[in-house]
């Protein structure tokens, strides 16, 4: 796996923690890097210790994952959404709507859709499914 050194949580700003071995998933943090910048650290799941953060491998594979210093979590569109609220306008807006229902509703949907097929998406590959192969294939959507 990854470095059992490497613990986001010890730092100040909240972490977006993501699928490295994805490709699509890749590609969307360069790309939110360098366009929308918001004020968070990314990392790669497969380099973190997992145990350590209080999640799991099946939890990172499905969804992205936010910690913030506090050590608040959140996963999916809600991440996404908390993500955006740290950059600035009019992300930040974007973000702020994505967290209030019944908009979250339709970010939820629309986060699961993209997360299920985004090996199916510019620059996924059939590493990019869910369950990752290689991994255990009990786990389940």
Same mark, same amino acid.
């Given at each position: 796996?990854?470095?059992? @050194? ?21 590609? @969307? ?51 996404? #959404? ?19 229902? %019944? ?18 998406? %510019?620059? #996924? ?12 294939? #009990?786990?389940?959507?």
């Amino acid at each position: 796996m990854g470095s059992a @050194s490497a613990t986001p949580a010890a730092t100040a700003r909240p972490v977006v923690i993501f699928d490295g071995d994805c490709a699509f998933c890749t590609s @969307s943090v360069d790309f939110i890097r360098a366009r929308i910048r918001p004020d968070v650290d990314f990392a790669p799941w497969q380099r973190l210790d997992l145990a350590a953060l209080g999640l799991t491998e099946h939890q990172a594979e499905k969804a992205v994952q936010w910690i913030d210093g506090a050590e608040n979590r959140a996963s999916g569109a809600r991440a996404f #959404g908390l993500l955006l609220r740290r950059a600035s306008r009019p992300w930040r807006a974007v973000g702020t709507l994505m967290l209030i229902p %019944p908009i979250n509703w339709l970010a939820d949907a629309l986060y699961r859709l993209v997360a299920d097929n985004r090996h199916r998406l %510019p620059g #996924g590959t059939p590493a990019c499914t869910f369950p990752a192969p290689n991994h255990d294939q #009990g786990h389940t959507a």
